[in-house]
């Protein structure tokens, strides 16, 4: 099966010597949901107008659907475009045109009649919520609503691919949540890819299925959404995944806790692959050893468990050795005692 | 010599009519050659829709040789070519010429950095919808400059009154004319007070409608 999007070896070097994207490859499987985080400047906006043919690849190549854009040139890119929708941080809207005009911009432009243009608007407007609000003008609409008209007015074409730009980076945590069931409709409902930067990893928790951690314009690391989070091989993914995972205690935190916790603490992390709580209970009891929850917590990602928790341990100190070697045996291999 | 003022208001009356009538002709050639020229020149801008260095450079040029001369030196500078347009260098029209000139290369200024404002994402949106450059031109750019445009239209218009006072009093008619040759070369005070009041009343309806226009293109 040939990848809705697919990157290969792709550099993008600027004028003036900046490399934003340096040796890219990436392939978006039809149909899924694919993030691409890293920190501003990591060359995350220029990756994304790469796919659309915004940006021309200095070397390498892009493939939508297995077809080779690289080398197109503007006029024969146009047309292709019409296939790929894409929305913005700044929501990018035409402030001259109503809500309706906005979303008719493009089927317009594809050549559609007045008449089916406006139904397929209206129908397009009414799938993200808007139904009844295309008189009005942007200015006029909330952040949230505003970034709907953006999705609309990107789908309207009905393209195969979504391409959003830190689309939910000006928005407030509710409406955040908001446009993404809505970006998450999108996707189930009418089966479109979505390629998507940011830098919030809760976009990436509750949306992508696989992710990319950009850093100085290359991928350095990428993999199923769970696993990242679970086991991040990279420092910054480490540093991107860290508030996800329910908070694993820094150094000063440690400190603090143990001023409060006269007992031996251990911080388990907790992941569908390390049953860590139920092993510990019978740990706990067979050596008569008592214990507290000091900190930590479990979340979800994607519909599996991930987080950490950190327990006071009182007991005999011998007992209390016997537990911590007991969380070393495999399956809590890396719960490791601190 | 008092002016008759039974026989003068027609006068007054004529003479604004001609003002009116100098002002919008020339309004109306310097809009559209303005947004062309300042379309042009926002195209062919480095990183515009449509570069081309050579085109930029010589409009630039042209425009920076005009705009700065003042417009009493450009009529008379202008003289012989209105002679070979029009066919005369007195009168109405032979003052909307040189004023159609001048007042096109301020709009084309005005129009450029209109456009310059507009946001850049709303330009990239549309090319991401497969939007090609004169497209882009025509149904974003000029559509999202809009409001500003007509305030700056609205200032041009203001300064049409002006221009069109100064080539009254060198033979061009109008108001200017009217305050010439009966309020300065006779020294008729309550001439120049009624032209005075006429030109201020002028100036005051365009600022009133330009407000008005752009207030409604703006919603706001
Ligand atoms: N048109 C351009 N000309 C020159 N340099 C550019 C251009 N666009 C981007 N860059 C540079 O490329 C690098 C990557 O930029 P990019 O916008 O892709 O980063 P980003 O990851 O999207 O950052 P942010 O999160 O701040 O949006 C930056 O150093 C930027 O200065
Ligand atoms: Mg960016």
Redesign the pocket.
Known sequence: MTAAVELRDVAKE???G?R??DGVSLSVEAGTVFGVV??????????L?LVNGLEEPTSGSVLLDGQDISALGERRLRPLRREIGMIF?QFNLFRSRTVLGNVLYPLRLAGMGRAAARARAEETLEFVGLAGHGGRYPEQLSGGQRQRVGIARALATRPKVLLC??ATSALDPQTTGEVLALLGRVNRELGVTILL?T?EMEVVRTLCDRVAV?ED?KVVESGEVYEVFARPRHATTAAFVRSERHSEPDAPLMERLRSRHPGRLVTLPVTDGSPALEGLSELLQLHGVDFALVHGGVGEVRGRPLGSVTLELRGRPAAVEAVVAGLRVPGLAEAGAR | MKADWSTFWPKVLDATGETVYMVLITLALSTVGGLAVGLTLYATRKGGVLPSRFVHAVLGTLINIIRPVPFIIAIVALAPVTRGVVGTMIGTNAAIFPMTVVATFGVARIVESNLLAVEPGVIEAARSMGAGPLRILLTVLVPEALGPLVLGLTFMLVALIDFSAVAGTVGGGGVGNLAMTYGYLRFDTSVMVVTVLVLIALVQSAQLLGNLVSRKVLRR
């Open positions: 600027f004028p003036g900046a934003a994207v890293g920190h501003s400047g990591a060359g995350k906006s220029t990756l107008r941080q730009d830190e930067i830098h950009m314009g």
